[in-house]
């Protein structure tokens, strides 16, 4: 398996790495609120950490769905989080004009589910050079994420990992196949399991996407002992309040819980 270094946080290398932050970057204040915690709570249990935020929300269900900042206010306010906290950076890239100048300040470039198999946003995240997660489209076999890898590496990159964060399963649901996990770990990339998205009901509410948080922690608990390099949750201090996925999003108390158990599932089986 390719050993992937991002600022100082190995993916790969039979350690588990918390990719963590909010949904949106909604604000300067709530993201050092957010990064500072994860950080240090990452710290005292032994997980590597990357903090992610999206400057842009770009496939919200309704018109009316707040986006988050944009990309000019959104990377300064990634540049910031990262200058203060010494983190790695991660976040969505939608559109091919954007990704130079995100790949600026973010250390690991997203591809959003929805875009998994755009292959100029491929190509063009690629030559960056920056590595890229792929997260699985809701309506990909697991087996074909190995033709977005493909695409990335046809650009001389070979820093690559990918994302489960579950499958259309009817209508407003999504289901996770842990068989899904091996079958991305066999192409040679780190995986991560996006245990909070996974949880997330597509148009649930409507006119916005609902969520069930209660099946986080037990998915987090199976994805950890199938295998996992990475775990990937969305952390609000206030889930009720954010701007988008609050249903899906984890407090602070929530995810200390969880990646207590989750390291001790990931040190027993090492």
Same mark, same amino acid.
């Given at each position: ?20 932050? +909010? ?28 903090? &992610? ?28 989080? &990262?200058?203060?906290?010494?983190? +790695? ?40 050079? &920056? ?140």
């Amino acid at each position: 398996m390719n050993i992937i270094q991002a600022g100082g946080v190995t993916f790969g290398d039979n350690n588990l790495v918390l990719i963590g932050g +909010p949904c949106q970057a909604e604000s300067l204040e709530l993201c050092c609120e957010v990064a500072q915690y994860l950080k240090e709570l990452c710290a005292e249990l032994g997980f590597g950490y990357v903090f &992610k935020a999206s400057y842009d929300k770009a496939n919200r269900s309704s018109e009316n769905g707040v986006r988050g900042p944009g990309l000019k206010r959104g990377l300064e306010i990634l540049s910031e989080v &990262k200058k203060r906290y010494n983190v +790695p950076i991660v976040t969505d890239v939608h559109e091919t004009i954007e990704v130079v100048e995100v790949a600026k300040v973010a250390d690991i470039l997203q591809i959003p589910a929805f875009l998994c198999r755009q292959t100029d946003l491929l190509h063009a995240a690629g030559k960056t050079k &920056k590595i890229i997660n792929i997260k699985k489209g809701q309506f990909m076999a697991p087996e074909d994420m190995l033709g977005a890898l493909e695409k990335v590496r046809s650009t001389g990159n070979d820093q690559l990992l990918l994302t489960e964060r579950g499958t259309t399963f009817g209508y407003h649901n999504l289901v996770v196949d842990m068989r899904s996990l091996l079958t991305m770990r066999s192409f040679g990339v780190p995986v991560v399991f996006d245990a909070t998205h996974s949880v997330q009901l597509p148009g649930g509410l409507g006119n916005a996407s609902g969520g069930k948080r209660e099946f986080v922690a037990p998915l987090a608990r199976a994805a950890t002992a199938v295998g996992i390099d990475a775990l990937f949750t969305e952390v609000h201090p206030r889930p009720d309040e954010a701007l988008s996925d609050g249903p899906n999003s984890l407090d602070f108390e929530q995810i200390r819980e969880i990646l207590i158990t989750v390291k001790k599932i990931h040190d027993s089986l090492r």
